[in-house]
């Protein structure tokens, strides 16, 4: 079987996983260097201040002649202006490598085009939109920030068997816990993929959340904490040291998001509780849903929020189910 060039595309959008939650505000990017069907570099874009995906694939190449009889593969547009890096665009054309492979154009304004373009004066060939539509998902942060001028918005809830989301009274001042142990284990690893984590004051009053990454490894989220009231003492877990908290006094998703975007932040997930989740679902504030369904029975208490979107997959994790939904 031939191999194509969406087979290295696919392979770029696995190795710039590996950057998820750590390349922000930059988009986590792939890269792979082919000569003569084989691959013969691999790179992605490394933590905020360091290399991109395209310098990484390109010093991975042990033998630097075979570059100029190589393809590059990339999921986005190589840069063409200087930041925290010198443009990659210049590295590439630099190395001699006369062919490039493109998965989709950057639409940032600094970019957008310009890069291609300096690949092409530089004499090499340049395909775009190789799995274009696989390539835009992938950076669908990077994109939902740059083009809507807000972050992307992950809504997230645990919900009983028989449809609530939390007790109507409570004894103490902690969760009460709807999923298993490994539904919220991976509710960790979520938090350190996303850049900052949104909670309303009731949840914060009733829970006293930590909002951090305890059962997984890696950065805590920023926490923003919704307080317009001022009823929050400082004494409550989100505001101890162990991660920065925001405290923002907004009443609308709209405006919360303007002051996100404002802060540089370009990724979140909304937590809870159910008033607050359902300000961004009726405000249409939101791009996907992550909804767990325990095997708890209330039979009283706080209402799910209200969601309309698609459905696109559910799994079973032990006794729970979880489904994601997109918002069309």
């Excluded at 938090?191 to 490894?217: C, F």
């Excluded at 975007?261 to 997930?269: A, C, G, L, M, T």
Aim: with cysteine.
């Amino acid at each position: 079987m031939a191999i194509t060039h969406e087979t290295y595309i696919k392979r770029c959008i696995e190795i710039a996983e590996n950057g998820l939650g750590t390349t922000r505000p930059n988009p986590m990017v792939g890269s792979v260097i082919v000569h003569d069907n084989k691959i013969i570099g691999e790179g992605f874009t490394s933590k905020y201040g360091g290399n991109h995906a395209e310098v990484n694939a390109i010093n991975s190449v042990s033998n630097k002649e075979l570059l100029k009889e190589s393809t590059l593969y990339v999921t986005l547009e190589p840069c063409s202006h200087f930041g925290k890096t010198p443009p990659c665009s210049d590295f590439i054309i630099n190395h001699k490598i006369p062919n490039v492979v493109i998965g989709c154009i950057d639409d940032y304004e600094q970019v957008s085009g310009k890069g291609i373009a300096k690949l092409k004066q530089a004499g090499c060939e340049v395909i775009v939109g190789v799995l274009e539509k696989e390539c835009k998902e992938h950076h669908k942060r990077f994109f939902t920030f740059h083009n809507k001028k807000r972050p992307y918005i992950i809504l997230k809830w645990a919900e009983t068997n028989d449809g609530f989301i939390a007790p109507q009274t409570r004894n103490e001042q902690k969760p009460v816990w709807i999923t298993n142990t490994f539904s919220r284990q991976l509710v960790h690893k979520w938090r350190a993929e996303e850049q900052a984590i949104l909670v309303g004051p009731n949840t914060v009053l009733q829970d006293n959340p930590s909002l951090t990454v305890r059962d997984w490894t890696g950065t805590n989220p920023i926490r923003v904490v919704l307080d317009k009231n001022e009823k929050l003492a400082n004494h409550f877990n989100v505001f101890n040291d162990e991660a920065e908290t925001i405290i923002l006094k907004e009443n609308s998703a709209k405006s919360i998001c303007t002051k996100l975007f404002n802060k540089n932040i370009s990724s979140i997930i909304i937590e809870g509780g159910a008033k607050t989740l359902q300000m961004f679902i009726d405000e249409n504030l939101w791009d996907e849903a992550r909804v767990f369904t325990g095997k708890a029975v209330f039979g009283s208490g706080v209402k799910s929020p209200e969601l309309s979107g698609k459905l696109i997959s559910e799994q079973i994790i032990l006794d729970d189910i979880l489904k994601f939904y997109t918002n069309d």
